[in-house]
């Protein structure tokens, strides 16, 4: 579709991207609203608790944390508090067995194929490092972090902001015409346009996520890589 070299760089947004917005909606949110507040007792003296107990009481004094962490989660809100305890919540579930990641099937064998390609790959989600590292390192194909070299998340900025990918513009040193954004979110790949990087929004008929009309539409990763001159797995 472009002119343009290949991008040497994919960075890829999470929830609607690689994983489905079911697993996250409907297995990892319950999982944490169960077990935040038994965590939250249990270990109310670990530094990551008290960080984020104290910056949830600054963001809305006068509120109990634990009726604010519920808000946050019945509105979906991305902020940073709340995503390092559900990140807390989801290692436990992990280690304990209960909980393995679901990813699109097309999504390991691309990244692969990108990764062998000798194409940088890295993460930008709302979710904290912990818990994108989490979901990766326990995919039914294993343990795929070692494909990632850099794990963004909120405390870059927000997703819908563009200084945000100007921060991990200057932190990596990347060129922004070099880097490929792919998000099934027109509001996050609107910012990184606006920050001079190439995007893709991914449609998965699957999340029933709406096709929008300013980027290129994909329906998977390899339909986004053809797009853009990336190597495809070789598989039809
Ligand atoms: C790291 S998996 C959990 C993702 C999450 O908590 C979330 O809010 C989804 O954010 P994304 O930016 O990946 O859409
Ligand atoms: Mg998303």
């Not at 960080?51 to 519920?70: F, I």
């Not at 991914?202 to 853009?228: C, H, K, N, Q, Y």
Request: glycine share 8%; charged share 20%.
């Amino acid at each position: 579709m472009s002119a343009s070299p290949a991008p040497r760089v994919v960075l890829l947004d999470i929830e609607g991207t690689t994983a489905p917005i079911s697993f996250v909606h409907t297995v990892l949110f319950p999982y944490a609203r169960t077990h935040l507040p038994r965590l939250i007792e249990e270990r109310r003296t670990d530094p990551v608790v008290k960080d984020a107990l104290a910056e949830t009481e600054r963001l809305a004094p006068g509120v109990s944390p634990l009726e604010q962490l519920e808000r946050w989660m019945n509105e979906d809100a991305k902020v940073a508090p709340l995503k390092a305890l559900q990140g807390m919540a989801w290692a436990e579930g992990y280690k304990r067995g209960e909980l393995l990641a679901t990813l699109y099937p097309d999504v390991v064998p691309t990244l692969e194929a990108w990764a062998h390609a000798g194409i940088e790959l890295a993460v930008y989600s709302s979710g904290s490092e912990s818990a994108q590292k989490l979901i990766y390192g326990h995919t039914a194909q294993g343990d795929v972090t070692p494909l990632f070299s850099r794990f963004f998340d909120l405390r870059v900025g927000g997703k819908k902001d563009a200084e945000s990918y100007r921060a991990i513009l200057r932190e990596t040193g990347w060129q922004n015409d070099d880097v490929l954004f792919l998000s099934d979110v027109t509001a996050e790949l609107d910012a990184a346009a606006q920050a001079g990087l190439r995007v893709c929004q991914i449609v998965r008929p699957e999340d029933g996520t709406v096709a929008g009309s300013i980027f290129p539409v994909a329906g998977t990763l390899p339909e986004a890589g053809a797009l853009f001159g990336l190597p495809g797995t070789g598989q039809a």
